[in-house]
């Protein structure tokens, strides 16, 4: 059974920082791309941060220099470090991992809230 299981958000002032973490089980993680997005009532999900299975990673452009996606093979763990929150990051951030051959393997973690408010 495939599970990405997300932890770490809360309530942040502005300008303060928080580190979401995703364990995932079930997959053969290594080979995984994995990516972090977030969805508020106001907008569509967003695709905030990718890292593939090389490490490689990728921004949105929101949030590039502030954001920062790592990956941990051994632990099969992915975090998403968030410094110099904005209140605009304020939205339910979900793990998500992927991976396609032949067949693609889409799964989706259940989504941490993260609010910055002052």
């Known amino acids: 059974q495939v599970q990405l299981v997300e932890s770490g958000g809360g309530s942040v002032q502005p300008g303060g920082s928080l580190r979401l973490s995703c364990a995932a089980s079930?997959?053969?993680?290594?080979?995984?791309?994995m990516n972090w997005y977030r969805q508020s009532p106001e907008k569509q999900r967003e695709l905030v941060a990718t890292i593939t299975s090389s490490s490689s990673t990728n921004y949105a452009d929101s949030v590039k220099g502030r954001f920062t996606i790592s990956r941990d093979n051994a632990k099969n763990m992915v975090y998403l470090q968030m410094n110099s929150l904005k209140p605009e990051d304020t939205a339910v951030y979900y793990c998500?991992?992927?991976?396609?051959?032949?067949?693609?393997?889409?799964?989706w973690g259940q989504g941490t809230q993260v609010t910055v408010s002052s």
């Open positions: 079930g997959i053969i993680f290594s080979i995984y791309t």
């Open positions: 998500n991992g992927n991976y396609a051959a032949f067949v693609r393997y889409n799964y």
